[in-house]
Each structure stands twice: as structure tokens, then as C-alpha cells.
């Protein structure tokens, strides 16, 4: 049994209100009459959903590549401790667990480096590619939207994710000031079987002006799970935290914002005495200008600087293996106006990761050091009014110390022509 409850700032007041009313009334009432006819439900006007993680944001039916969203309710319905359990009833998608603390996504039975996992365009810059019980150091709970890209689209964040790429969409740079001023919610969830899960979230926006401030915090405990038998699996705890804060300048001509984020995760392996202690320090730096020279209808240009630790070892003695990964990462992409029909994106993404392993850890994996650059560029047409035809290439140079080993080339370059439906044809190349 779990208990759940979830408040809105704005559905509170509107849900509590009705329920008084209708118990005050009741009350008060000393022989049934007839209820007047319920009025019609306002039509409510949703916001679009664009997928942000293409190089050209359009709703998912228009995409051309394959493409799922997890958002909304079935988000806050599906959402777990891990991204993969959180993407396991996505279509070709499946997770790669190792206990509950441990839940990378598996596309279409591809892992590990093939799937790339990022959050708003920027990996998650930790060591969950080395090893199956290494978990991912975002978590589901601080996502808006998570967008699963597959196609040949992926080849715009590097040539090893060949499986798909995982975007976890979150505001912890406001891109906008809340119309009343503050919005937000609080989550507390408590279930007493099979995990015993304790959790507690606080996500709030609060504006002014053109300044916006997010602040978010998550605590997350479970117990050793029990199996189909009811016998408890040792060593399966979990222990995770999460929190940020961020804030930004918003205008009519974009916005602009920095924000520190936190992930501490400390979970047990089933079957083992090894305890795992991960750690986290995240600084992001997110913009988008609108119109900020002629010919663009928009600049994006993301950075975030990632230092990653965690240990392996025994509850009691000292760690065997220690894992450090530092990372810098940035994106610039600019859109240009359309232009005889054409519109496109152009842009650079590159990174460095100085990567180090101590103890045992260090005998199959030796310190590495490495440098990225990549340039890509896609554009799209339409011919007629049923029929897209999209094309694009993308250009990379990559180098690895101590081998000092240089590759440069042209990833891939791809075609694709579709319509809404089934109708569509891609070409890649090379093979």
C-alpha cells in the first residue's frame, strides 16, 4: 500500500473550494431537491508541446524521427527512482537494473555508451557507461518532460549514441516569471510494502519583474525490498537527495540564467556487501535569444561544469575503488529565417572530461583525458503540403590522452522525407 499527495498551488484553492461548498450545503440541507444540471466544462486551452531535444523543435506529430514523450500526468504516474524503470512502458524502450538504486534506459536492446543520457541538451557526465551497477545521476522527480529520440537526429550529440538519446527537460533555470507571482508544488509519498518508500519534493518558481528564481529539493529513502516470497533482499536500500537552485532574466528578447544543482545517492547491491556513495556537483549556465542578428529567428547556447565522485566498498573500512569524473560541456545553436522555404539549425557542441579511477577500479580503466568539438547543420523543406524532405551532416574531432589518439571526419550525414503518418523514407550515409 503507498499513500501520495501532490499539491498545485492553483488546484488547491479551486478543488478545496468546491468541496466545501458541496459538504456546506449538505448540511444544511433538510430534504433532498434536485441538483441543477451541471454546467459545461470550460474549454481549456493547452500549451504546445515541442520536443526540444531535435535540432528543429516541432510537436511530436509533425516530427520526422521517431520520437516519445513522457510529461504531464503519465509523468507524475510512471515516474520512479530511476530513469529507466520511469521509460519502461515506452515502446522499444526496457531498463538496465542492478537493484532499485540502479535503472539505465535500454533502445531497442542497445546500452550502456550507445544510449546517450542528457538533461536539457547537456550529458550527465558520470560513470553509469562503466559498469552495470553504476546508476545515472539525474533524477525522473526533477523532470518536466522527458524526451526519447531515436534516429538519425541522435548523430547531433555524437556518434556513439547510436541507440537513442534520453533528454530529461527541467526548469531549473526559469525561462519564464510566474503570471501570479509563485507556482510550484509539494510531493509527499509514503508506501509501507515491498520498498517502504519515504519521499518528500518542494519544486517552486517565484518572479518579479524580469528576475525568476527556482528553487527545488528532493529526499527519497527505501528499505531493503521484498521479494515475491516476502523475503527481504539484503543490502537493497536506497538513500537519494536532490536539490538545486537557479535563476534567470526573462524578457521579450529571451532569457538569460544560472543555476547549482546537487545529486547524492547511496544504495547497496543485492547478493553483495558493496555499498556505492555517489556524488554530484552540477553548475549550468542556459539562454535563448530572440532575433539577436539578421537573418536568425533564434539563438540557444547552453555550458555546465560537472564534478562527479563516488566510492565502492564495504559499510565498514574504506572504499576499494574510487571514481572521479570532472566534465565541461557547452551547445550553441542558432536557427536562421526561413529562407525559400528552408529552415535550419547550425551550431557547435563540445566538451572536456578528465576522467580517474583509484584502487581496483584503476587496474581496468586508466585516467583519460578527453577532448570533443563537433559542427552540425540540418535543414528541412516542404514539398507540397503532405511531404518534408529534412537533410543534414555533422563534423567531429576527437582526442584521447594518454593514447593521444586524434579522429576526424564527417560522423554522418542523413536525409529523410516524410509526411504525417506512415509515409516516410530516410536515407544515411556512411553506413
Not at 511530436?60 to 509523468?75: Q, R, S, T, Y
Not at 555508451?113 to 560513470?127: F, I, P, W, Y
Not at 568539438?373 to 524532405?389: I, S
Request: charged share 20%; with cysteine; net charge negative.
Amino acid at each position: 500500500m503507498w499513500y501520495s499527495l501532490t499539491i498545485r498551488r492553483a488546484g488547491l484553492v479551486s478543488l478545496a473550494g468546491l468541496y466545501l461548498a458541496a459538504t456546506s450545503a449538505h448540511a444544511q440541507s433538510t430534504a433532498p431537491e434536485p441538483l441543477p444540471a451541471a454546467p459545461a466544462a470550460p474549454v481549456v486551452d493547452l500549451s504546445p508541446v515541442s520536443v526540444e531535444a531535435l535540432a528543429l523543435p516541432v510537436s511530436p506529430e509533425l516530427a520526422i524521427e521517431p520520437v516519445d514523450i513522457l510529461d504531464g500526468e503519465a509523468l507524475i504516474a510512471r515516474r520512479t527512482q530511476t530513469l529507466g524503470e520511469t521509460l519502461a512502458r515506452t515502446p522499444g524502450v526496457s531498463a538496465a537494473d542492478f537493484g532499485q538504486g540502479v535503472g539505465r534506459p535500454v533502445i531497442r536492446g542497445l546500452a550502456g555508451a550507445r544510449v546517450r543520457v542528457q538533461e536539457n541538451g547537456l550529458g550527465s557526465a558520470d560513470v553509469s557507461t562503466i559498469s552495470q551497477d553504476h546508476a545515472v545521476s539525474i533524477a525522473p522527480y526533477a523532470a518536466d518532460k522527458i524526451e526519447v529520440l531515436k534516429g538519425p537526429q541522435t548523430l547531433l550529440y555524437g556518434s556513439g549514441a547510436i541507440g537513442g538519446v534520453v533528454n530529461v527537460v527541467s526548469d531549473r533555470i526559469p525561462d519564464h516569471v510566474p503570471e501570479r507571482g509563485i507556482e510550484g508544488q509539494a510531493v509527499l509519498e509514503r508506501s509501507d510494502a515491498t520498498l517502504g518508500q519515504r519521499l518528500e519534493r518542494l519544486d517552486v518558481t517565484a518572479g518579479h519583474g524580469p528576475i525568476a528564481v527556482n528553487l527545488q529539493g528532493t529526499k527519497r529513502l527505501t528499505d531493503d525490498y521484498k521479494a515475491n516470497d516476502n523475503q527481504r533482499i539484503d543490502n537493497s536500500a536506497t538513500d537519494t537527495s536532490n536539490y538545486s537552485g537557479g535563476t534567470s532574466v526573462v524578457g521579450d528578447w529571451g532569457y538569460v540564467g544560472a543555476a547549482a544543482s546537487h545529486f547524492g545517492r547511496n544504495y547497496g547491491i543485492p547478493g553483495e556487501e558493496a555499498q556505492i556513495d555517489l556524488s554530484q556537483n552540477r553548475y549550468d549556465l542556459r539562454g535563448e535569444l530572440f532575433e539577436p542578428l539578421a537573418g536568425l529567428s533564434s539563438l540557444e547556447f547552453a555550458a555546465a561544469y560537472t564534478n562527479y565522485r563516488h566510492t565502492e566498498g564495504e559499510a565498514v573500512g574504506p572504499p576499494g575503488a574510487i571514481f572521479d569524473n570532472q566534465t565541461t560541456e557547452f551547445r550553441l545553436a542558432a536557427t536562421h529565417e526561413t529562407w525559400r522555404d528552408f529552415t535550419g539549425t547550425f551550431g557547435l557542441q563540445g566538451f572536456t572530461r578528465d576522467y580517474k579511477a583509484f584502487g581496483e577500479a584503476e587496474t581496468f580503466v586508466p585516467p583519460t583525458t578527453t577532448r570533443s568539438l563537433a559542427a552540425f547543420w540540418v535543414e528541412e523543406h516542404p514539398l507540397g503540403e503532405l511531404w518534408m524532405l529534412q537533410g543534414g551532416g555533422a563534423w567531429n574531432i576527437r582526442m584521447k590522452t594518454p593514447a593521444r589518439a586524434a579522429r576526424t571526419g564527417i560522423m554522418c550525414r542523413s536525409a529523410a522525407l516524410s509526411a504525417p503518418g506512415a509515409r516516410s523514407a530516410r536515407i544515411t550515409w556512411p553506413p
